[in-house]
């Protein structure tokens, strides 16, 4: 078992975002690294949820170049035969139903030209071309991303980790922390159960426990976890792994090929949120049973475009707590209330896919003397030195998760 020694920087999480984290900072020649997990694994809680699509395609600038650094990132880890992320890059098609979305099409073509990256609008032959099982008829338009692609959670955390681990960085599993020490208001170490080590950084990369780590430093942060779900069904004719993913705003839905069968989820108008002052560092979330209702939903909506999902038998429930802020920005970057604690957090579930383009931010956050405006829109210091009410909190987080395919 690893043992708790002296770091410069600690990382509290072992999921995508804590391990993309620790990545990035011994790949620009951070040496002295120990990333801590409550869990016997890596990937164990908030990663091994995610339903693992990476789509690069987004409103700014700045979302579409940390995507596309993600992808990139991914191409790199795959390259090693041994630990690898499992990406596949069969590209993803955006689909329009309506005039509105068309135009939105258009914006995210002219972002992601801007950014340089691939995309296409193509007529509904061509569409049908790459995805033949599926029903065109009625659709205004589709957007063509050669590079997307999707990976399994657990493989990407677990090509971090083993990458980490190569370069010198510690990870001690099945290890609580229990206290964030400090002296004169600055972080000074970590003590959990298994003992006590002194850094000069602490990154909160905990997920759905981003919460409660944050007030072992003394934050109150608005992380709020929104209930998501998927489902995988039995195999179906005709659907083979190297189909593109797919999304469709108007239905509010998103997918790709799994396992032989169709991966299908959805973001509900109607969520489903939980507070989490209601359960404790050392605990889970509430547990979350597969919503028949909303799953049956999710087929019915998409049959629409593929009629055989209308009833399909379901194999397995992919559900879980990924956590979304009141604004739908990441929480990045070290507290000005308390110098080195370094946010890593409410990635609105973008952690998987975002998780290279985080560790980037991260970087930024903590050795760039000039960050960008973008990253220090990003930081923790925009709850802790304003007034909020978790009221109003939950409510706007759960706004951001019921229009995640908002125009």
């Known amino acids: 078992m690893t ?47 995610g339903a693992g699509l990476c789509g690069q395609p987004r409103t700014t600038l700045e979302r579409t170049r940390l995507a596309m650094h993600s992808v990139a990132t991914f191409r790199e880890l795959q390259r090693d035969p041994k630990v690898q992320p499992e990406w596949h890059e069969t590209g993803s098609l955006r689909i329009a139903l309506s005039e509105k979305r068309v135009i939105e099409l258009r914006q995210l073509k ?7 990256l691939e995309t296409e609008l193509i007529d509904n032959a061509a569409a049908k071309k790459l995805w033949p099982e599926m029903e065109f008829a009625g659709v205004k338009a589709v957007l063509w991303c050669p590079s997307d692609g999707y990976m399994r959670p657990y493989a990407v955390a677990s090509s971090y980790a083993y990458q980490c681990r190569k370069m010198g960085v510690r ?48 934050l109150e942060l608005p992380i709020v976890p929104v209930r998501h779900e998927y489902f995988v069904s039995i195999p179906m004719e005709g659907l083979v792994p190297d189909l593109p993913c797919f999304r469709v705003p108007e239905l509010t839905l998103y997918g790709r090929p799994c396992e032989g069968g169709l991966l299908l989820g959805g973001w509900e108008a109607l969520s ?40 399909v038998p379901k194999t397995r429930v992919g559900r879980g707590w990924p956590t979304f802020t009141p604004d739908g920005r990441f929480i990045i970057g070290e507290s000005g209330r308390v110098p080195g604690f370094v946010m890593a957090g409410g990635c609105n579930a973008h952690g998987i896919s975002g998780s290279a383009g985080i560790g980037r931010l991260v970087y930024e956050s903590i050795f760039d003397r000039k960050p960008s405006e973008y990253v220090k829109s990003l930081s923790p210091d925009r709850f802790t030195e304003t007034l909020w009410n978790w009221t109003d909190a939950r409510r706007e987080a759960a706004y951001v998760y019921e229009t995640y395919y908002g125009v």
Not at 110 to 116: F, H, K, T
């Open 3 to 49: 043992p708790i020694t002296d770091a410069e920087f600690v990382i509290i999480g072992a999921g995508a975002v804590g391990c993309g984290v620790a990545y990035t900072l011994a790949r620009a020649g951070v040496t002295d690294i120990l990333v801590i997990e409550r869990a016997p694994d890596v990937a164990q809680v908030t990663t091994a949820q």
């Open 171 to 218: 990870i001690a599993t099945s290890t609580r922390v229990e206290e964030i020490l400090s002296a004169n208001g600055r972080v000074t170490g970590v003590r959990t159960d298994r003992g006590a080590a002194a850094c000069r950084y602490v990154i909160n990369a905990a997920g759905a426990n981003a919460y409660h780590v944050a007030k072992l430093a003394g």
């Open 110 to 116: 002219s972002v992601a030209d801007e950014a340089g």
């Open 272 to 311: 489903l949120q939980t507070d989490p002052r209601d359960y404790g560092l050392n605990a889970q979330p509430p547990p979350v049973d597969p919503d028949w209702p909303v799953l049956d939903s999710f087929a019915e909506q998409f049959a629409r475009l593929l009629p055989q999902t209308r009833g």
